[in-house]
């Protein structure tokens, strides 16, 4: 094993967690602005006030894309350990 497959290792792992995560990030910041927008047009300022809607936002990615993101994190775990004999090999 060299530097060059641990390096593309570590960039096919950033790039699945982004995958992943994208989504999530996506929609909590849509959320919070969305939020934040009524709170600056009512005068109401409460912090507390974005949690619980980003937290049902969230839940619902979750729920709607979680069997895409389990794939997706499975066939990358699928993938490292079928490399596995070849890397010790190497």
């Not at 096919?12 to 989504?23: Q, S, Y």
């Not at 980003?54 to 079928?82: C, N, P, Y």
């Amino acid at each position: 094993m060299n530097e060059t497959t641990v390096v593309s290792i570590a960039v096919e792992a950033m790039a699945v967690t982004a995958k992943l995560a994208g989504p999530i990030l996506l929609v909590s910041l849509a959320v919070g602005l969305f939020v934040s927008l009524i709170q600056a047009a009512t005068q109401v300022q409460e912090a507390t006030l974005t949690f619980v809607p980003k937290l049902v936002a969230i839940a619902l990615v979750i729920v709607v894309g979680g069997t895409w993101m389990l794939h997706e994190l499975v066939s990358f775990t699928r993938q490292l350990f079928d490399q596995i004999p070849n890397l010790v090999a190497a």
